[in-house]
C-alpha cells in the first residue's frame, strides 16, 4: 500500500491507467464537461471543502475532478468495498485529490479511511448509500458546525435519510439527486438496467435467452433490470410488495408472483429493493440446482448471507466473484460478487453516457448547496427543476437533438383558465 495523509492507495504507480480510464470515460459526458468549464472559469468553490463517499470508478473520478477544478479541496473514501478500482484511485491521488479507498478492504478499513475522508472538516458532503452522513451523525457531531449540506444519490440512501428527518435527527440539509428526473428515469432505469446485465454476464458467461429470470423489487432499478431481461430473450417474473407496482409489471407483460412460488421456477435471481432479508432461507430451500443469485441493491442485505451459510455443507469459489454454496441435498446455488452490488462489484459500473446526466446533478447540487448556505432547514429537499431541465437540454444538445418550443399563443393559452370548449 502506497499512504500517506494525504492518500492512501493500493499503489500509486497504476495510475497512468487510471487516467486513461478517465480520459476515456470524460469523452461520453459532455454536460458534466460543460459544467467543468463553466467551473473552470467560476471558481465557486474556491476555499470550500467537499468529503465524498462513493464508488471510486471511472467516472466518479470525472466527477471528483470537476469539482476539484471548480476551486474545491477534495477528500474521497469508498462506498463500497468492492467497486474501487485501485488505478482509478491511484490516479486521482495523483491529481491532488486526498483520496482513501483499496479494492477490497474490510469493514474496519472502509470506516477508517471514511473517517479521514472526514478529517478535511467538510463543508459539503457527495454520498452515495448515506454512510458518511449517518457516520457523521452517530460518530462525527464535532464536524456539523462546519457542514452546510450534503447531496445523496441513492434510493437505499434517500430512504435512510427522510428515515433520519422523521425521527427529527437530521443536523443539516440534504439534496436527494436520486429523486430528480435526469437521475431517476435513466440511472436507476436504464443505467441499472444494462449495467446489472453486464455483471452477470461476464462473471458467468451462460446465457439469458430461455432462462427464467426473477426480479425482485419493481422500482425504477427493477423496472430496468426486467426490460433488458426481455431483450435478451429472458421470461420474466417479478416479485413485489406494493399492489400498485405489481399490477403495473403486469400490465408491462411480466409474470408477478411472490417470493416462495418464484423461488420454485427461477434460474437468475436479482434483488433490486433496498430493503432487508427479501431471498432468505425457506427460498433457498424452494430453489432448483444451478440457481445464480445477484444483487443489484446498494447494501449486500437482500440475499441472506447468514442464511445461507446456515444451509450450506460446502462453500467454495468456483472463479473471480462466483461463490458456489452446496446445500445438503447435493443442490448448487451461485452468489456473485459477494451479495454486493454487481454491476460494480464484477463490472464497471453504469455507462458513462448515463453517470454524465447523475453526476452533473451532484456538481450542481454542491453549487446549490454553497449558494444557499445558511437559507435551508434539516430536511431533505429535490433540486429545483430549472437544474434538471438544464441537463436534459445540454444532452439532447449533444445528441444532435433539437425540440420543440412554444409558441407565445400556446404559452398563452396555458397559463389561462378563461378559455374552454
Known amino acids: 500500500m502506497d499512504c500517506t495523509k494525504d492518500y492512501c492507495v493500493k499503489d500509486l504507480s497504476l495510475a497512468p491507467s487510471g487516467e486513461r480510464k478517465i480520459d476515456w470515460v470524460s469523452r461520453f459526458m459532455p454536460v458534466l464537461r460543460s459544467i467543468r468549464r463553466d467551473f473552470e472559469g467560476?471558481?465557486?468553490?474556491?476555499?470550500?471543502?467537499?468529503?465524498?463517499?462513493?464508488?471510486?470508478?471511472m467516472k466518479t473520478a470525472f466527477l471528483l475532478l470537476t469539482l476539484k477544478a471548480?476551486?474545491?479541496e477534495v477528500s474521497a473514501a469508498a462506498s463500497n468495498p468492492l467497486s474501487t478500482q485501485d488505478d482509478v484511485v491511484a490516479a486521482l491521488a495523483k491529481a491532488g485529490v486526498r483520496v482513501y479507498a483499496i479494492r477490497g478492504e474490510s469493514r474496519e478499513e472502509y470506516y477508517e479511511n471514511m473517517h479521514r475522508a472526514l478529517d478535511v472538516r467538510p463543508n459539503i458532503i457527495i454520498d452515495d448509500g448515506a454512510d458518511m452522513i449517518s457516520t457523521v451523525h452517530r460518530e462525527r457531531e464535532e464536524l456539523v458546525p462546519d457542514i452546510w449540506g450534503a447531496s445523496e444519490e441513492t434510493t437505499t440512501g434517500v430512504i435512510r435519510l427522510r428515515?433520519?428527518?422523521r425521527?427529527?435527527?437530521?443536523?443539516?440539509?440534504?439534496?436527494?439527486?436520486?429523486d430528480s428526473y435526469t437521475k431517476y428515469l435513466f440511472d436507476n432505469r436504464y443505467g441499472t438496467g444494462q449495467s446489472t446485465w453486464d455483471g452477470i454476464i461476464r462473471t458467468t458467461n451462460l446465457l439469458v435467452a430461455g432462462k427464467n429470470v426473477v426480479v425482485v423489487g419493481y422500482g425504477w432499478c427493477g423496472r430496468g433490470i426486467a426490460m433488458r431481461a426481455k431483450g435478451l430473450g429472458a421470461t420474466v417474473v417479478v416479485v413485489e410488495v406494493d399492489p400498485i407496482r405489481a399490477?403495473?409489471?403486469?400490465m408491462d407483460g411480466f409474470l408477478v408472483m411472490d417470493m416462495k412460488s418464484a423461488a420454485k421456477v427461477g434460474d437468475?435471481?436479482?434483488?433490486?429493493t433496498g430493503d432487508i432479508n427479501c431471498i432468505r432461507g425457506e427460498h433457498f430451500e424452494l430453489m432448483k440446482d444451478g440457481v445464480i443469485l445477484a444483487n443489484a441493491g446498494h447494501f449486500d442485505v437482500e440475499i441472506s448471507k447468514p442464511d445461507l451459510e446456515a444451509l450450506s455443507v460446502e462453500v467454495k469459489e468456483i472463479r473471480p466473484n462466483i461463490r458456489e454454496y452446496r446445500l445438503r441435498d447435493g443442490r448448487r446455488l451461485y452468489l456473485l460478487a459477494d451479495g454486493r452490488l454487481v454491476n460494480l462489484a464484477a463490472a464497471d459500473g453504469h455507462p458513462a453516457e448515463i453517470m454524465d446526466m447523475s453526476f452533473?446533478?451532484?456538481a450542481k447540487a454542491a453549487e446549490y448547496i454553497k449558494e444557499n448556505r445558511g437559507k435551508l432547514e434539516p430536511r431533505v429537499y429535490i433540486l429545483p427543476r430549472g437544474i434538471d431541465e438544464m441537463v436534459a437540454r445540454i444532452k439532447l444538445a449533444s445528441m444532435g437533438i433539437r425540440i420543440e418550443e412554444l409558441t407565445e399563443e400556446q404559452r398563452r393559452y396555458l397559463e389561462s383558465w378563461e378559455q374552454g370548449t
Open 42 to 57: 467560476k471558481k465557486p468553490f474556491k476555499g470550500v471543502r467537499i468529503a465524498a463517499t462513493l464508488h471510486l470508478e
Open 70 to 72: 471548480g476551486g474545491a
Open 163 to 165: 428515515a433520519m428527518e
Open 167 to 178: 425521527d427529527g435527527v437530521l443536523k443539516f440539509p440534504i439534496i436527494a439527486v436520486n
Open 247 to 250: 399490477l403495473e409489471a403486469r
Open 268 to 272: 437468475i435471481f436479482i434483488t433490486s
Open 360 to 362: 452533473s446533478l451532484q
